[in-house]
T-cell receptor
Framework: NAGVMQNPRHLVRRRGQEARLRCSPM?????VYWYRQLPEEGLKFMVY????????ESGMPKERFSAEFPKEGPSILRIQQVVRGDSAAYFC?????????????FGNGTRLTVT | DAKTTQPTSMDCAEGRAANLPCNHS???????VYWYRQIHSQGPQYIIH???NNETNEMASLIITEDRKSSTLILPHATLRDTAVYYC????????????FGKGTHLIIQP
C-alpha cells in the first residue's frame, strides 16, 4: 500500500526559472495539503485541495505560487520565477475524508534549492 | 485552533519510556489532540490522536487529563530511531484541516 509519493525528491533551479512539484496522494485519498518548511523553521500550511477544487489557500504567497489537483493525475505545486527565498522543503499530505478522525499522511518532501 | 506549549527538548535513555508533555489549556470541547513526529529530513509521521479518552496504538499511548488541558505522549520503550521532533497539535477541524505545527519537542534518545 504505497504512501504519499512526492517527486522529485530534490530539485535545483536557477533564479527566475519555474519549479513544479508533484504529489500523488495515497490510494483512495481525495484531500491534498501542501506545507513548506524553511531551513531551521517549522512547517507552514500553504494550501488545501480536493479533486479539481482549491478549498483553502490562505497560506499561499499571493504571487508566483499556484496549486492544482486535477481529476486525473497528481497534485502540482507550481512556483514561477523562483527566488532564493523559495529554497525550502515542500511537503504534501493526503487524507481520505475531512473530519476529526482523519489524520494526514505525509510524503517525504521535495527539497527545492534555488541558486 | 487552540495553542499548545511543549518543552523545547528532552533526553531519554534507550529502552526507557519517553514521556512527552503538552499543555493546551485553551482547548475547546470539540478539539482533538494530535501527535506527529518528524525524523530528520523526512516528512511528518502521524502517531496518535484522541478527544478525551486515553488512547493506545502500536506506536504510543496518549494520556489526556480529565480537564483536557494537558496531555502526555508515551513511547513505552524508546529506541534510537525515535529521535525526532514531536509535535502536539490541537485542532477543531481534526487531522484533515490545515494543521498548525509549532516548534515541537526535540526528543533525543541516548544509547
Amino acid at each position: 500500500n504505497a504512501g504519499v509519493m512526492q517527486n522529485p525528491r530534490h530539485l535545483v533551479r536557477r533564479r527566475g526559472q519555474e519549479a513544479r512539484l508533484r504529489c500523488s496522494p495515497m490510494k483512495g485519498h481525495s484531500h491534498v495539503y501542501w506545507y513548506r518548511q524553511l531551513p531551521e523553521e517549522g512547517l507552514k500550511f500553504m494550501v488545501y485541495l480536493q479533486k479539481e477544487n482549491i478549498i483553502d489557500e490562505s497560506g499561499m504567497p499571493k504571487e508566483r505560487f499556484s496549486a492544482e489537483f486535477p481529476k486525473e493525475g497528481p497534485s502540482i505545486l507550481r512556483i514561477q520565477q523562483v527566488v532564493r527565498g523559495d529554497s525550502a522543503a515542500y511537503f504534501c499530505a493526503s487524507s481520505p475524508v475531512k473530519g476529526n478522525n482523519s489524520p494526514l499522511h505525509f510524503g517525504n518532501g521535495t527539497r527545492l534549492t534555488v541558486t | 485552533d487552540a495553542k499548545t506549549t511543549q518543552p523545547t527538548s528532552m533526553d531519554c535513555a534507550e529502552g526507557r519510556a519517553a514521556n512527552l508533555p503538552c499543555n493546551h489549556s485553551t482547548i475547546s470541547g470539540n478539539e482533538y489532540v494530535y501527535w506527529y513526529r518528524q525524523i530528520h529530513s523526512q516528512g511528518p509521521q502521524y502517531i496518535i490522536h484522541g478527544l478525551k479518552n486515553n488512547e493506545t496504538n502500536e506506536m504510543a499511548s496518549l494520556i489526556i487529563t480529565e480537564d483536557r488541558k494537558s496531555s502526555t505522549l508515551i513511547l513505552p520503550h524508546a529506541t534510537l530511531r525515535d529521535t525526532a521532533v514531536y509535535y502536539c497539535i490541537v485542532t477543531r477541524g481534526g487531522g484533515a484541516d490545515g494543521l498548525t505545527f509549532g516548534k515541537g519537542t526535540h526528543l533525543i534518545i541516548q544509547p
